[in-house]
Every structure is written in structure tokens, then in C-alpha cells.
């Protein structure tokens, strides 16, 4: 079975960085479409970061200019640099995978799941 596990969350300041990193096992083509997503608690599940076989790349609007997002196909892993990190960014952030490719639509509905990693940034 397919299996994805995130790593490298922690606790910083405002202003520091994290970079975090996704891990694939099992049946995952490089074709996947692959995705970052976060959850704090009493918000709604937020869409973060994309990344598309091709190398392209969308960002949500609260993480363009800061967070960056990479894909290893060799190492069959997915990373996210994060910079300037805000206490708004706090939450648990989940490596998601999709068979359908990202032009259409992979990242709205991820069928695989990372277990997450938390992230916490104090002020």
C-alpha cells in the first residue's frame, strides 16, 4: 500500500525556518500530483503548497514569497522550505499524494495522507 510520512517539524520564533520533508513507499508514480496541507486546531483544512510532475508549482496566498516546495523523484521525496515563519503558520501540516495529475485537480481531493508533522512558531 502506498504509505507517506512526513518528518523535520519543531517549534521556532517568529522569523525562523523549517524545512520538512515527505517520504514515499509502495505502488507511487512519479506522475502522483503532490501537495502540502495544514490544519490548527478550530480552523478549516487549508491547502498550502503544490507541486506538479512537470516542476510547476502553486502556493497559497498566506505562504507565497516564504514557503517553497520541491520534489526529489529519485528519492521519492517531497520537501517544504519554510521561511520567515509566522505564528499564523502553527498547525499540522500533511503530505498528501493523488493519482490524478495536478492540471486536473489531483490536490483537491488527496487520496493518500501523510500521518503530519507539527509545526509551532511563537512570537
Known amino acids: 500500500q502506498v504509505r507517506l510520512v512526513e518528518s523535520g517539524g519543531g517549534s521556532v520564533q517568529s522569523g525562523g525556518s523549517l524545512r520538512l520533508s515527505c517520504t514515499g513507499s509502495g505502488p507511487i508514480s512519479s506522475e502522483y500530483c503532490m501537495s502540502w496541507y495544514r490544519q490548527a486546531p478550530g480552523k478549516e483544512r487549508e491547502g498550502v503548497a503544490v507541486i506538479a510532475t512537470d516542476g510547476k508549482t502553486d502556493y497559497a496566498d498566506s505562504v507565497k514569497g516564504r514557503f517553497t516546495v520541491s520534489r526529489d523523484f529519485a528519492k521519492n521525496t517531497l520537501y517544504l522550505e519554510m521561511d520567515n515563519l509566522k505564528p499564523a503558520d502553527t498547525a499540522m501540516y500533511y503530505c498528501?499524494?493523488?493519482?490524478?495529475?495536478?492540471?486536473?485537480?489531483?490536490?483537491?481531493?488527496?487520496?493518500?495522507w501523510g500521518p503530519g508533522t507539527q509545526v509551532t512558531v511563537s512570537s
Open positions: 498528501t499524494a493523488d493519482p490524478i495529475p495536478c492540471s486536473s485537480g489531483g490536490y483537491v481531493n488527496p487520496k493518500y
